[in-house]
């Protein structure tokens, strides 16, 4: 079993930045793929970001440029580094282990997750 939990959310302006932390309890986090996604009200759970064992690392689109993801194994934590923060970011943050070298797109393919954590940007 692994824990997963979110802190770093919050209430920023727009063009802010926010780091959000997953630390992790149970299990050394080295061994899974690790993916952020985030939840609007109304809206599909989207992945924004991802990286895996190996380090190989994804971004969606909508956050590319903006988002820089990043593991301390030691730690047994994954960030999430957010800047230039726009109101349509607006979201539930949630992290998300997959016990899989390869960070799959698709939410139903990971194993844990963690409670989530709002983010508010203000326009």
């Known amino acids: 079993q692994v824990q997963l939990v979110e802190s770093g959310g919050g209430l920023v302006q727009a063009g802010g930045s926010l780091r959000l932390s997953c630390a992790a309890s149970?299990?050394?986090?080295?061994?899974?793929?690790m993916g952020w996604f985030r939840q609007a009200p109304g809206k599909e759970r989207q992945r924004i970001a991802a990286?895996?064992?190996?380090?190989?690392?994804y971004y969606a689109d909508s956050v590319k440029g903006r988002c820089t993801i990043s593991r301390d194994n030691a730690k047994n934590t994954v960030y999430l580094q957010m800047s230039s923060l726009k109101p349509e970011d607006t979201a539930v943050y949630y992290c998300?282990?997959?016990?899989?070298?390869?960070?799959?797109?698709?939410?139903?393919?990971?194993?844990?997750w963690g409670q989530g954590t709002q983010v508010t940007v203000s326009s």
């Open positions: 998300a282990a997959r016990n899989n070298a390869y960070a799959s797109s698709n939410a139903r393919e990971y194993d844990y």
């Open positions: 149970g299990r050394t986090l080295s061994r899974f793929s």
């Open positions: 990286i895996s064992v190996s380090g190989g690392i």
